[in-house]
Each structure stands twice: as C-alpha cells, then as structure tokens.
C-alpha cells in the first residue's frame, strides 16, 4: 500500500516537475519570439496556466484526500466558488506581502501581480487540490507532525522550497551585473519556480529516506 | 543590585571595541590637514638676484619656458602600455600599441622622453587628479574646512593659472567638475561613472580636441579619457578590446602633435596602472607604475635619454609644469622638478646654474610648506623635520656663498661646475627625503595595524558572545571575569609606558591603549578558560533556536562584502528585518504555539484553529511589514544609482513653492508632533505614572506641549517665504534663533529633572501603622479601572486587618503606589520622547513623519518580542507559579529580539534620510538655532553627528526596553486567565501584578540580565562592524574602496561609537531609576 502511494507520488511529482521546463521551450514553436527572459509575462502566463491545469488534473485522476462525505452537485459547485475565491484572496495577499517585502508600489502592477499569482500557483493551489478549501486543515498540515499522509508530507515540502527560492530570488537585484534576469521580478520568479521544481524532486527522496521515521496519524 | 559592576563591564567591552577601531583606523584611514594658504607671485621665495631684472612679462618665481601646454590624461595607462618593444615577436593585445610615442622618442632623443611615472597610493582616479593638481599626496580624508562637496580647497596648479590670467580647457572624464568646480575657462565634461562604457568619453573628446587645438583660445588644455581604464574594468588588460583602445590613442596623439604649435609643451601622462585583472586602489607595482611621456617641438634636453627610462613620482609633475609655464608652485606641492628640462641651450655650465634656481626656489617653496604644516598638525614626526630643516639651512647657505662667488666672477666656469653639481644633489636629496617623510605618514596602508585592529573587534565580539552566554553571573564573575583582566591591561598598560619613558620614545597613545585591550582580553579568556574548562556544549535544539536569527545576521553581515550590496544596503536591512519576523512567526506556527491545543475532539477531526493571541500576533506583524515598508519613503540617493530620486520629504518645507500643500504639510506635522506628546501621555496615564505632583510628571503634562508649542513655532517661521513678513525681518531672525534654543533649554531641563527624580510613582499612604507592604498597580484613582482594584484591595485589607486583629491583635494597612509596576520604563519612555524632540529639531520638517513611524516601529516590536515571549515560553510561564529557573530564563533577551532592534536602527538610519557617504550628510542641522558661524567644532559636529545618528541612538537608549516590556506588558495575560481561576486564587492575582517589581524582587538578575542585555547589544553590533572592517581591509584595492567601503566603515564605526555610549547611557539611567526606587522604598519603611 505504502509503496503503491510512493510510486504514484514520484509519477506525479516527476510530471509536475516535467512540466515546468516544457512551458519554457514548447511556447516557442507557437510563438514568435518567445523566450523566458525576453517575453516574462507571457511565460509567466503560460507556466500558471500550465501548472494550474495539470494540478488539478493530477488531483482529479489520483485523488489523494477522501472525497468530501456530502457530494451533491450544489455541494460540490460551493466548493468549486469557493476555492476560487481562495485562490484570489491568496493572490491579493501574496502581491500585499511582496510589496510589503520591498517591490515597487505603482509600477510594474502587472509583473507583481502575476508573480503573485506564480506563487499562488505553486503553494495556495497545490493546498486546494490537496485539502479542499478548508483553513483548519491547512493550519494543521503547516505544523510539526501535521502531515498525515506522504501528499501532505509533499505538500509541505514543494510549498516550503518554492517560497524559500522566491526568498533567495530576490538576492541577486541589487547587483551591478546589468544582467536581463536581474530585472525585477524574474529573479524571483524564476528563484519560485526552480524551488518548486527543486521541492518537488526532493520530497519524494526525503520521504524514501525517512520512511521509517514516517508515522502518520490515522484519522 | 550591582550597578557598578555591570557598567564598569559594559564600559570595558566598549573600550575594547574603541581601541579595535582605532588601530583599524590609524593603519587604513590616514589623515592629511589640507592647508589653506596658496602661493602668489609676490611671495618672498626671492628669486636669485641676478634673475630679478630679466623676468620677462606673464612669468612668476621664474622665466616660462613655454607659454601653452596640452596635458593629455590616459587614465590607467600602465608604463607597459606605453612601452614599445619593436624585438618582441608576439606582442600581448597591451603591448606595443603606442607605436607612434617610440617613434617619436627615437626619432627626436632631445624633444621627446618617456618616463615611468610612480603614482603614490589610494590609486583611485579622484585621488589621483588630486595629486596631479596640487603635488601633494592625497588621503582618504583630507581634513579641509568644507566635507560638503568634493571640490579641492588645496592651492592647486588650476587655481594658480586661474590667479595669474591664464585659460584652462578641460575635456572629459566629468570628475573633474565636482573637484573644480567654476574653475575652467571652458569645458567639456563627461559622464564617467558607467564603467562598462567604454566610449562616450574618448569620443566626445575627440570631437572637440583638434577644432579646440586650433582655436588657440587656450593655455593649458587637459583631456582626460577614460576609455582604456573602462576597458581594463570590463575586459581586463588582456583582452583585444584593449588593443583597439590603445590603437585609437595611439592615432589620437598622432593627430593631435600635427595640430600642435611649436611653442606648446605635450605632456601624456597615465593617473594610475592596473592589475592584471583590470582594477586598482591599492600599492601593488602594477598599480603604481604609469607612463609619462613629454614631448616638444622645440628641444628640451640637453642629453640623450638613458638606456632604461627613469622612474619618476608622480606629484613631480606639478612643479615642472607650473614652473615651465611660469606660475608659481601650489602652496602645499612636496614633489621635486624634473631639472633636465629646465637646462635650456646654453652650455653645461650655464644650464646647471638654471637647474640650481629652480631647485633653489622648489626647496624654499617645499620649507615653506613644511613648517607651516608642522604648525598645524603633529603627524610628521618632529625629529626628522629638525634633520630636514638642518639640510635645507645648509644647502641654502652654500647657494648664498656660491652665488656670491658667481657674481663676483671670481670662479671660472670649469671649477665651477662640480660645485654647482654637489650642490644640486645636496637639494634634491632635501627635496626627496622631505617627500619621503610625507609619504611614510600620508600614503601607507599599515597592514600590521589593519590586522591588529580586525583581530581586537574579532575578539570583542568572542568575548561579547561568551560573556552573554554566562548564565549564572555571581560575584566571582565579576571578579575573575572583571577585575582581573582590567589589572591584567593596567599592568601591561604601565609596564609599556615605562619602558617608553626609559627607552626615551616618544608614547603612542593608540598602540598603548590597544596593548591594554588585548591584555586584558587574553586575561578574559584565561579566566573564563579557567572557570569553565569544559565547554559546555550546546544542544542541537539550542543550536536551531539561534539558528534562524543567526542566520540573518550572517546575510547582513555576508552583504557589506559586496559594493552593490552597501548601496542598496536601504533596502537590504528592512528585507532582512521583514524575513527575520516573518521567519519567526513561521516557527511559531509549525512548533504549533500559535494554535489552540488539541482537545480531544479536535483532534479527531483533524482541525487546528489559532488562538486569538495569536491573531493579535499577526496583526502586530502586519503593522510591522507596513511600517518597514512605508519607512522606505524617506530614502535619500547615492550618486551610484542615477535613475534615483531623493524622496521629496527630504527637502525643507521653506523649499515648497506650493503655499497650499506648504500648509497642508506644517499642519500634517504638527498634529503627528501633537499626536505623540497625547500618546505617550496616554501610555503613562494608562499605567499610572502621570499621578504624582512630581516635577518630573509636571513637565511632562505641561512641558512636552511647550515643547511641541516651541517646534512649531520654530517650523513656522522657518519655513515662511522670505519676503512674506516684510518689516518682521528682524523679529524673525530673532525667532528663528530663539526657539530652537527654547527646545534645547526645555529638554534638557527635561533630562535633567529625569536624571534627579526619576520617580514617576504616586502613592496612597492608607496605612494607619507602620506597614510593609506594597502592592504596585496601574490605573487612574477615581477612575473605572481604579475601582476594580481597589475593591479587591479593600477586601484584602478588611480580610488582613481581621485575621490579624484575630492573630495579633495589630492592624496594618497597605500602601497603593501608582504606576510602580512601569517606573523603569516610564523613564525611558519620557528620555525617548525628549531625544526624540529634539531630533526631530534638527530635521527637516517632513521628516517628523519617519520618526513617527520610528516610534511606532519600536513599539510594536516590542509587542511582538512580548506576545513571541508569551507565546513560546509555555503558558504557566507568565502567571503566577513562576519557578525560578523559568524565571532566569524570562530575564535574558532573546537575540532575535536584539537583532531585530538593531536591524530596525539600521533601517532608520537610511529612512531618516541619510546614506553612509559624506555628501548625504544633512550640514544644515548644524545651523538649528544658530547663525551662520560658530566659534568652536565642536558644537556643529555635535549637532551634524546627532542629525546622523538619530537613529542610533533613540534605539540604543531605547534597548533596556526590551528586557522591561514583557514585565510591563504582563497585566493583560494574567487578567485574562482570571476567569478560570477560583475565587480565592483572584485576590492572590491582584497581589501578583508585580510587573516590573517582579525585577526589583531578584536584584542579581535583573543587573546580570541588563548586563547580558547590553552585551548581545554590543556583540551584534560589534559582528556588523567587523564585516565592514574586515570587507575594507579585504578588499582595499577594490575599485569602489574609497566610494563606498571606506565611507560605510567610516559610518558604521562611529554609528558603533554613539550606539554603545548610547547604550550605556540608557542602563545606567535605569540603574539611577533602580536607586531611586530603593531609597524610596526605604523611605516609605522609615515612615
């Protein structure tokens, strides 16, 4: 059983993971002149897109938290607005913080935003696919010994990395290496997006080695 | 409680640090004191007599030689670049590119040499042109009379062609302007400051060198370009790029002799060479090695040049140049004349009597100098001045004699020749030794002391850490760890100054005292050593605990090694500031602190929710983020961002030309200053220290308003329109001095009633008997909250009077001290605000606005250091069964707490709108009530330093808050758990609210946790200014070493000097608070 979950873990998180790089060349062919640095917004766009689109797939066909006890249609469509307006609020309140954190108030309204809703992408909708849209659930998995499952131990560990890469993305700014990726914010993002990929390559492996340790609480 | 003790402590570790920075100082920083005097024409330097008669017109001191000359500057042509080698097969891409120079060298020997021209260390450009300009050896700090602008106050070769009718033109690189400025006839300038462009310069020179040539509207024309040092920064020296760069100087120079005249002197000269990778600032021989070349088309030697070029210094140039042209050497020059050019036509004899004038009057002038220097300052050691002024006299002495015989014709030219040779040399041995001392006190790194000093705050800091780790502190502490190591020093100290005495050396403070400091640390150690042989070892959690704020510290440390960093360094504390909290607030919440515990039903569902102080805790972060963020308003701009623009609140409000938004913004001022006197007002209120009839408390209800009455005032008349008040004129100059004196005389009769009587306490004697207890509570009398407490009181006293009457039969009764539970930091809240008054004063107006943010900063950092406090230690912790280990551990700070203050200090350093370099720095806060003079130094640096520091120092007094406030702040935890408590339990509660009373109780503690206090303090702050010492030492040859390493080291040391005696300052004015406490106490038992 145990091993099972752990297969279909590292299947999708390598899809995931796979994904990412994909946004950055696949556009090209479509696209005139598309690349990460010359054209960010649009990649921006197209990594959201994509990312969003196979999270919730994934959640879809692999189903890793119990389907919810009441599911009528009106019940499920709630849900649905629901998460929906988490996603928002969570994308208004990270643009809040980075702007809280230092980056420019007026321009580059755009940039922020979408920044903001990358990294929306990568940790508020991986929690709503995972936990559904339910707070409590989610101040419980975002503590020590909170993960009951190997998805959530993951989940922890992709939305950690890919914070911290924002965090770390921000560090190379202030030089004076007249680099293109220095422009705000695509150090950041792409600091988001290499944590993400990074976390999800490493929860997987952290959770191989720490197997034994792993004891979850059964519900 | 020991007082003396802790500050003798903390003081001692200050003198360590003080006596680091010191010697950092003395081996990196060297000083120079720029004279004002400047030479004229009609100086006494009397020219031989038998020169006087045939001075032809426009010559000064001596006949010119040339009436024009063109100075072409290559910036970083290193000697190797102008060398050419025809035998050499595979030139590298920097050799032999300066073809055309050869060519003329060996086709014309006597027109054309070229030299090795040795440029003296900091080899930065600005330097550089400063020696260029006024043969003197500039230093890192020139101590003139204007540190405003970067313009050279120094007699200069510029100043004395300007003074004596001549026309300079200059073209290129725009450094030039800000150090001359208005100086040039015409110019045109460049911007220099983009490293990558290679370009824009040369070019724009070029387009206005040859037409500029040919106008002849000039006597002494200077191009400087930039392009091959640009080149060397970018690529390196190694790199074809710099061939292509040196070819087009090279056709430069080729054109530009064609357009020359045959009355003009070419003179090309590189400021300084470069390393192989292209950098320089430091001594290193790659450095220090450029290429002078000077051609002319009429001859200009008499010999043929030598075999391997001489090496000549570069402030040489200066006289040869004045003297060629016929100016007079700049007063302050201490370079020699380069004599070969000098010989004229005539024969040997005849031309070794010219070389001997010119070196006769370069001498006098070099004399002149010395002494008056030596006048001014003491750096140039006396003993080899007396061995100078003894060459000088006797050269002089045998010229007078030698000329004498020369007139009377009574030596024949043959035997006069070696006389005059000898005497020649005996000059310029004068002359070289005389540079040689300047330069062995002006332009040296001392690596010995560079390390020595690094390895004294290194230590400091070490020893700040183990000291701050001691947990149990008793009185062997202090003295094994004290008094032993201060003997230890004392004895080195005087054992030193003996021996300086006997070995009849002259006593160098500085290396005394430093000796001391180390003796005395190694003392330290070897007393800790001894007391603590095992180390105890920390545990893993330990260690993560530190971890995180640790960590920070390291980024903000790790960031004053890299230039981009330190110019940014506004934004880089408030991110780091930003993380540390939100950081903090993550562990909370994954130790899982911030939730509800899990009753049984939750955990079946699986749920966790917050607790609601929890969510007050996130508020308080929230409001924390907005201040950081908002603070970044008021930045003010470096020159190395040039799409920066200062914030407009930096300007006086007297600027606006708007009266609308003038007003609007007095107005907005005014009610913040208002705003403050009625919050900090309502804060002592709330905790009962504004109920006394103290003068203290007096002044606080009536002085801060008069105050706050005389800073708008001040406000108001500054910053009225000129012309607007027409026959008041007089009344204002008046008013514009006499309020901010009102404001100084006001605070410090403030600080002066806080140091005298720093109770701020009330009490209600309802004792009948003698009795001896107290019980200390907030509130109003008469007010809501008093009654809630009095009743309690009064059952208690009822209950008491009746047990005892029942036990003893004796009756005693209770004395109610208002606001005993916050007396400690209500002193420090009044010192605060009063500083902050005054601060604020010598601001301009706007900024009134940063320090209200400032304030509230502070205070709500204080609340989340409290609510983190309450939130990690566990819940028993607050309440009433204290046990004493938890409550030593409740004493000490946590470092984040400290590090976050400190991050926040630096943060308001750039958000009062400061920059650590010297143009940022506000000079009109030294004119804050008085008139555009001042008799002293001391009271402007004393004001400007104040301006600077603002920051600094409201949050070093403001540290021992962090150690008061949880006590202060205890009330609201306990009244909480009220309800879940028994009735009886309740009145034990109320006999409890011992707030800072709780310290009192514990006297050893609470000075070993003030002392602990006061050393995290210090070794943060003291691990800041390593990193900058050691980034300045590390990287002295960087490029930008005198832009931005040296000016931040300058800036952060003595940020470090007024944080610490600030710090100092705060404890000790607690330990007074402490005093008056006691005697009070003893009073109240005496009655």
């Not at chain 2, 430069?252 to 020359?260: A, F, I, Q």
């Not at chain 2, 502190?473 to 021996?499: H, I, K, M, T």
């Not at chain 2, 934004?571 to 540390?580: Q, T």
């Not at chain 2, 070493?1041 to 000016?1047: D, I, L, R, S, T």
């Amino acid at each position: 059983m145990r091993d099972a979950e752990a297969r279909r873990l590292w299947a999708a998180n390598l899809l995931r993971a796979a994904a990412v790089p994909l946004t950055a060349v696949v556009p090209a062919f479509f696209m005139d002149g598309f690349t990460v640095l010359g054209t960010h917004l649009a990649w921006l766009c197209v990594c959201v897109l994509c990312v969003g689109t196979l999270n919730v797939g994934l959640c879809l066909v692999l189903k890793p938290s119990l389907p919810p006890k009441r599911s009528s249609v009106a019940n499920k469509i709630s849900r649905f607005l629901k998460c929906c307006i988490y996603f928002f609020m969570s994308c208004i309140l990270f643009h809040a913080i980075i702007v809280l954190y230092g980056a420019p108030l007026i321009e580059s309204v755009t940039e922020t935003f979408l920044f903001a809703v990358l990294l929306s992408t990568f940790t508020t909708l991986q929690c709503l696919c995972m936990l559904g849209p339910n707070i409590q659930a989610w101040i419980r998995v975002f503590s020590k010994n909170g993960a009951t499952s190997i998805w959530e131990n993951s989940l922890q560990i992709t939305t950690t990395c890919s914070i911290l890469g924002a965090w770390f993305g921000a560090f190379p700014i202030p030089l004076d290496w007249d680099r293109p990726w220095q422009v705000w914010p695509i150090s950041c993002s792409l600091g988001a997006t290499f944590g993400y990929v990074a976390g999800l390559i490493i929860a997987p492996l952290w959770i191989h080695w720490n197997q034994k340790q792993l004891t979850y609480k059964s519900r | 409680m020991q007082r003396w003790p802790v500050l003798l402590f903390l003081a001692w570790v200050c003198f360590l640090f003080f006596a680091g920075i010191g010697l950092f100082m003395s081996g990196f920083l060297l000083t120079r004191i720029e004279l004002a005097n400047s030479s004229s024409c009609s100086d006494p330097l009397v020219p031989p007599p038998w020169d006087e008669q045939s001075l032809p017109p426009g010559s000064c001191w001596l006949p010119r030689r040339f009436p024009k000359a063109v100075l072409v500057i290559i910036d970083a042509l290193r000697f190797e670049f102008a060398r050419f080698n025809p035998a050499k097969a595979s030139p590298l891409p920097y050799e032999n590119k300066l073809g055309f120079l050869h060519r003329l060298a060996s086709s014309q020997p006597r027109h054309a040499r070229l030299y090795r021209f040795r440029a003296d260390p900091p080899t930065a450009t600005m330097q550089r042109i400063k020696g260029l300009t006024t043969g003197s050896l500039p230093t890192f700090i020139d101590v003139g009379s204007n540190f405003a602008t970067y313009a050279i106050q120094e007699d200069n070769l510029l100043a004395q062609l300007g003074q004596n009718g001549r026309r300079v033109v200059f073209m290129g690189d725009d450094t030039w302007e800000g150090l001359f400025p208005n100086k040039f006839f015409r110019s045109y300038f460049f911007p220099s400051f983009n490293v990558k462009d290679l370009h824009t310069v040369d070019n724009g020179i070029l387009q206005h060198l040859y037409p500029t040539v040919d106008s002849g509207e000039w006597d002494l024309l200077i191009a400087h370009f930039l392009g091959v040092d640009h080149c060397g920064h970018k690529h390196g020296p190694d790199h074809p790029e710099m061939a292509k760069k040196l070819t087009q100087m090279n056709e430069m120079l080729r054109s530009l002799v064609e357009h020359l005249g045959n009355d003009t002197l070419l003179l090309v000269a590189g400021d300084h060479g470069m390393t192989e990778t292209g950098d320089h600032g430091g001594d290193s021989e790659k450095e220090v090695n450029a290429a002078l070349f000077v051609y002319s088309k009429t001859p200009l030697f008499d010999t043929d040049p030598p075999e391997e070029p001489e090496a000549i210094p570069q402030v040489n140039l200066v006289p040869t140049v004045a003297l060629l042209l016929g100016v007079p050497i700049p007063y302050s020059n201490i370079g020699e004349v380069m004599a070969e050019l000098f010989s004229g036509d005539g024969d040997a004899a005849s031309a070794a009597l010219q070389q001997l004038s010119v070196y006769h009057v370069n001498a006098k002038q070099v004399d002149r100098f010395l002494r008056s220097y030596s006048q001014v300052a003491q750096d140039l050691p006396a003993e080899q001045l007396q061995r100078l002024q003894e060459l000088f006299s006797s050269a002089v002495e045998e010229h007078t004699q030698l000329l004498a015989q020369v007139q009377g014709a009574m030596l024949t030219p043959p035997e006069m020749e070696p006389r005059l040779r000898s005497l020649i040399s005996r000059f310029q041995l004068y002359l070289r030794e005389a540079r040689a001392v300047c330069t062995q006190s002006w332009a040296r790194f001392h690596p010995l002391r560079m390390v020595g000093g690094c390895a004294l705050i290194a230590a400091s800091c070490l020893l700040c850490y183990v000291a701050s780790e001691l947990a149990a502190v008793s009185d062997s502490f202090y003295r094994s760890c004290l008094l032993y190591p201060l003997l230890w020093g004392l004895v080195v100290a005087v054992l030193l100054g003996l021996a300086c005495t006997f070995t009849q050396e002259g006593l160098d403070l500085l290396l005394l005292s430093s000796c001391a400091a180390a003796a005395s640390q190694l003392g330290f150690f070897w007393h800790w050593w001894g007391r603590h042989p095992k180390r105890a070892r920390l545990r893993l959690r330990a260690w993560l605990v530190l971890a995180f704020p640790m960590g920070i510290l390291l980024f903000r440390c790790g960031a004053m090694f890299s230039d981009s960093f330190v110019v940014a360094e506004a934004r880089v504390a408030p991110f780091l500031l930003a993380s540390l909290v939100t950081l903090l607030v993550g562990k909370l919440h994954w130790d899982g602190r911030l939730t509800v515990p899990e009753g049984p039903r939750q955990q079946l569902l699986g749920f966790s929710s917050y607790r609601k102080e929890s969510w007050y805790l996130l508020c308080l972060v929230a409001a924390l983020l907005l201040c950081v963020r908002l603070s970044g308003f008021f930045h003010q701009c470096r020159e190395e961002i040039p799409q920066c623009r200062p914030s407009v609140f930096l300007a006086p409000l007297a600027s606006l030309r708007n009266t609308r938004a003038k007003n609007l913004f007095y107005l907005l001022c005014v009610a913040l200053l208002a705003g403050m006197v009625y919050a900090v007002r309502s804060w002592l209120r709330h905790y009962g220290n504004l109920n006394s009839s103290d003068p203290l408390v007096l002044f606080v209800r009536w002085g801060f308003p008069l105050v706050v009455l005389c800073i708008a005032c001040y406000w108001a008349v500054a910053s009225s329109a000129e012309d607007s008040l027409g026959k008041l004129q007089e009344l204002v100059q008046v008013a514009v001095v006499a309020f901010p004196w009102a404001v100084y005389g006001l605070t410090s009769v403030g600080l002066l009633l806080l140091l005298c009587h720093p109770m701020t306490v009330f009490a209600k004697d309802t004792r009948e008997s003698a009795g001896s207890i107290v019980t200390p509570y907030q509130g109003v009398p008469s007010s809501e909250v008093d009654f809630l407490h009095v009743i309690p009181q009064i059952y208690r006293r009822m209950q008491e009077s009746q047990k005892n009457r029942l036990e003893r039969g004796s009756c005693r009764a209770t004395v109610a001290a208002y606001g005993l539970g916050s007396v400690y930091s209500a002193a420090l809240v009044i010192a605060l605000t009063l500083l902050g008054f005054l601060l604020m004063l010598l601001h301009s107006e706007r900024l009134s606005l940063a320090f209200l943010l400032l304030f509230l900063e502070a205070f709500v950092l204080l609340h989340i250091h409290t609510r983190f406090f309450g939130l990690s230690c566990s819940l028993i912790l607050i309440s009433l069964s204290l046990s004493p280990p938890s409550l030593s551990e409740s004493f000490s700070v946590p470092w984040f707490a400290v590090i976050s203050w400190l991050l926040a200090a630096s943060q308001f350093f750039y958000s009062t709108g400061h920059q650590p370099i010297f143009p940022a720095i506000h000079w009109n806060a030294a004119f804050v009530g008085f008139h555009l003079d001042h008799s002293t130094n001391l009271l402007p640096a004393v004001l400007v330093g104040a301006n600077t520091f603002a920051s600094h120092i409201l949050f070093a007094v403001g540290c021992p808050l962090l150690l008061l406030w949880p006590f202060v702040c205890e009330m609201p935890s306990s009244q909480k758990k009220k309800p879940k408590k028994e009735p009886q339990e309740e009145l034990q509660e109320v006999e409890e609210h011992m707030m800072e009373m709780r310290l009192r109780e514990s006297p050893e503690k609470f000075s070993a946790a003030l002392l602990q206090l006061g050393l995290k303090y210090l070794f943060v702050l003291g691990t800041q200014l390593l990193a900058c010492v050691c980034a300045a030492m590390i990287l002295r040859r960087h490029l930008m070493v005198w832009k931005v390493f040296a000016p931040k080291f300058l800036f952060e040391s003595l940020g470090f000097v007024v944080s610490s005696i600030c710090l100092l300052l705060g404890i000790s004015l607690v330990m007074r608070v402490d005093c008056a406490v006691s005697t009070w106490f003893s009073q109240l038992q005496l009655r």
